[in-house]
């Protein structure tokens, strides 16, 4: 098995958070020949927060490198639901109708739910925290720097498709500064991203069509710091609590929390797009209008107003929020995709990077059950990990989208019946419309242990492909 291991090369396409996470996960079950291409010049990470669910912090914990992104998250105690207590045209209604004479100012800043968070630790091990993407991909990071015997990065090269699938894999890789050249491997890990040209290639040779899919929905993203803030003891006020929350709209929300040891804001929003819809699929991120994101949200609650007013204009960038259709398989001969490459989703439900993490944990488990190199147990492997992985990660994805139709609902029965149960999870408990928050949805994503049930899975199971 040992010389299995320092033998079996293994490429990984793409340095975000799975494919990082793969690179670790592998050198720390022994394999010595890794290499990651990366389309970057540099890890320089930028980005906002991101959420540190208790499955992720698990897999992190497990190889080492939790410690120091535990050291500046923030832990959530409690996350806030909030929206307007009326629209405009509901409350002319009511005002004619004599059924209100005042409206007070919080009417747009009507708490609809709290729910705590503070059981998590003692459910799950590990607490639910938030905090900068950059020390989560820089932590990670490190951790593959002192791996360096085993894992080589390759800054500013460009996968730009496959060559060939099996019995080795082949791809051309485009230095960003050189001429093109060709890679063989016994393993090919595609981490490549929603926009994946590995994905591109598998589905072109298995004459199948998995189509992006335009949501309709964009992001505003972004991070305000202390000093930022520190003029208004209300806006200081939400920087300094461990919540996280949520003010929503028709067709729209915002949440936001604390992140950096208490020292930046996190907002991130979701709304229609208007400044996507003419561009190429190819685009994904644009230079944002001040004005047009204050216009977006120009209804919301004076708190939303006083913050967003804070953001710098050359500050404001929009992300176009795109997913695929499902594929019919992650698995072409000795190739694997992980995370955004085949199963992009939005983020109602803060599980992106987290199910990218599970991929990379799963994945190493499968190689390390390798008995030899034969391609056919190669592919057996990551059948194996496909099976684990693939029913999971879709499922999420479709929770995700679900959970953001319920927050954007506009006037009418359905949104009163929304309403109706985040009253009743505030006062007795129960299901919460936004499913991050639902203790039922929690105990699914966080109790599940994918390290754990991919050992056992591979136990005992017969990937000898020299038998076939």
């Not at 005002?95 to 003692?122: C, P």
């Amino acid at each position: 098995m040992d010389d299995i291991k320092s033998e079996l090369h293994i490429c990984i396409a793409g340095a975000g958070m799975g494919g990082l996470t793969a690179a670790l996960a592998l050198a720390k079950h022994g394999f010595t020949q890794i290499d990651v291409y990366e389309m970057a010049s540099n890890l320089g990470f930028v980005g906002a927060g991101i959420q540190l669910a208790p499955n992720m912090a698990r897999i992190l914990d497990k190889l080492g490198c939790w410690s120091d992104i535990f050291q500046e998250a923030v832990t959530l105690q409690n996350t806030n639901v909030r929206r307007k207590l009326f629209t405009k045209r509901r409350a002319r209604d009511l005002f004619r109708k004599g059924l209100i004479l005042i409206l007070a100012e919080n009417s747009s800043d009507n708490e609809l739910t709290d729910v705590s968070l503070a059981y998590v630790e003692r459910e799950y091990k590990y607490p639910h925290m938030v905090g900068h993407r950059s020390s989560l991909a820089g932590s990670i990071y490190n951790a593959c720097k002192h791996e360096e015997k085993a894992i080589r990065f390759h800054f500013a090269h460009t996968v730009e498709s496959v060559l060939s699938f099996s019995p080795r894999p082949s791809i051309r890789v485009q230095p960003r500064n050189g001429t093109a050249f060709t890679v063989s491997s016994d393993v090919l890990i595609a981490a490549d991203g929603v926009k994946s040209a590995i994905r591109s290639s598998m589905l072109d040779h298995l004459n199948v069509s998995a189509s992006i899919q335009d949501t309709g929905q964009s992001a505003y993203r972004i991070m305000l710091n202390r000093d930022q803030m520190a003029h208004d003891a209300e806006l200081l006020e939400l920087l300094s609590a461990n919540t996280a929350t949520r003010w929503i709209g028709e067709k729209r929300h915002i949440i936001a929390y604390p992140v950096s040891s208490k020292t930046v804001y996190n907002i991130s929003t979701a709304q229609p797009d208007t400044n996507f819809a003419a561009a190429p699929s190819a685009t994904y991120t644009t230079k944002g209008s001040k004005s047009d994101m204050l216009g977006v949200f120009h209804d919301f609650c004076p708190r939303v107003q006083k913050f967003l007013a804070l953001v710098p204009e050359r500050e404001v960038c929009e992300w176009k929020l795109r997913v695929h259709a499902p594929l019919p398989t992650w698995i072409c001969g000795s190739v694997a995709l992980l995370g955004d490459a085949c199963h992009p989703t939005l983020p109602h439900l803060a599980q992106g990077a987290a199910q990218a993490i599970e991929d990379a944990a799963v994945l190493g488990v499968a190689l390390a059950a390798l008995p030899d190199k034969n391609p056919k147990s190669v592919n057996a492997a990551l059948l194996g990990y496909e099976h684990l992985r693939k029913g999971r990660a879709e499922t999420l994805v479709d929770l995700a989208a679900a959970s953001g139709k319920a927050l954007h609902l506009g006037e009418g029965a359905a949104r009163e019946e929304r309403d109706r149960l985040f009253k009743e999870a505030k006062e007795k408990g129960g299901q919460v419309p936004d499913k991050w928050a639902d203790a039922e949805v929690q105990k699914m994503i966080y109790g599940h242990d994918c390290w754990t049930a991919a050992e056992d899975y591979f136990r005992g199971k017969e990937l000898d492909g020299s038998r076939s």
